[in-house]
């Protein structure tokens, strides 16, 4: 019995040792899961009321709305869901999945992109590949990965569906997070290419990055996919910038 109980002390401290189990947030000790209380009570999920079409939070009580940014704007994708507002703890473990490389943070945040598969507009949907956007060759040769790619393949993997790393960035663009509608478009033009249009033929895509901000990078890989043949595209990011 005493022999059991230490071989499995000496089993939980082996554990202990490959696998510690800590907050990712604030790396306090934890018996399971990968967020403490305290952290987890941080994230704020994107609930209605938000805008049916790219999931901006919205205060107010009208349950189906369209944001400012989308009214009168057709966007190619169908949806573009967005799990948790991206803020506190989920923006700080997103910057460090892309700026620190601590790529174990995609199993975690893959947890959490998977939710998003039950919002109504994505639930019960079967794709026939999940595609991830794409990050310029240079900044990737920089950051060695993207992150859209790591959380896009975790994805696919949890639910069998085919990964498909279809498109290409061709233009290296500025950040333009402080860009009106029209210089983001115009800046975000010929920015992508399909690399093989086979690929994307006739199929139900859904198009996966780490946050979503204006939907201008998703509508254009959107636009290009269609172009190239897709039948439709759903997106879905972890966060909403
Ligand atoms: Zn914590
Ligand atoms: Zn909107």
């Known amino acids: 019995m005493l022999l059991g109980r230490k071989v499995c002390a000496v089993l939980e401290t082996a554990r202990d040792l490959f696998f510690p189990l800590h907050c990712a947030g604030c790396g306090s000790a934890l018996k399971s899961g990968w967020l403490c209380l305290a ?3 941080e994230l704020k999920p994107v609930q209605r009321p938000r805008c049916d079409t790219c999931s901006q939070p919205f205060s107010g009580a009208m349950d189906h709305f369209v944001c400012v940014n989308c009214r ?5 994708f169908e949806c573009a869901v967005a799990v948790m507002q991206s803020r506190g703890v989920l923006r700080d473990l997103i910057h460090r999945l892309k700026y620190n490389g601590e790529l174990w943070l995609a199993e975690p945040l893959g947890d959490l992109l998977e939710q998003g598969l039950d919002d109504e507009r994505l639930e019960g949907e079967v794709f026939d590949a999940v595609v991830p956007v794409p990050l310029h060759p240079l900044r990737r040769r920089e950051r060695e990965f993207n992150q859209a790619e790591i959380l896009g393949r975790e994805l696919a993997r949890r639910r069998g569906w ?5 498109l290409q960035r061709t233009r290296y663009t500025v950040t333009q997070t402080h860009f009106d509608r029209r210089r983001r ?3 975000l033009r010929d920015a992508f290419t399909i690399r093989q249009n086979v690929a994307v033929q006739g199929k139900h895509l859904l198009l996966v990055d780490d946050v979503l901000t204006t939907g201008s990078t ?3 890989c959107s636009r290009v996919l269609l172009e190239a043949g897709a039948q439709s595209v759903r997106a879905l990011t972890v966060a909403r910038g």
């Open 185 to 187: 478009m115009q800046n």
């Open 72 to 76: 009168g704007r057709a966007f190619h």
């Open 162 to 166: 085919p990964f498909s790393d279809v």
């Open 39 to 41: 952290c987890s009570e």
């Open 218 to 220: 998703l509508d254009e």
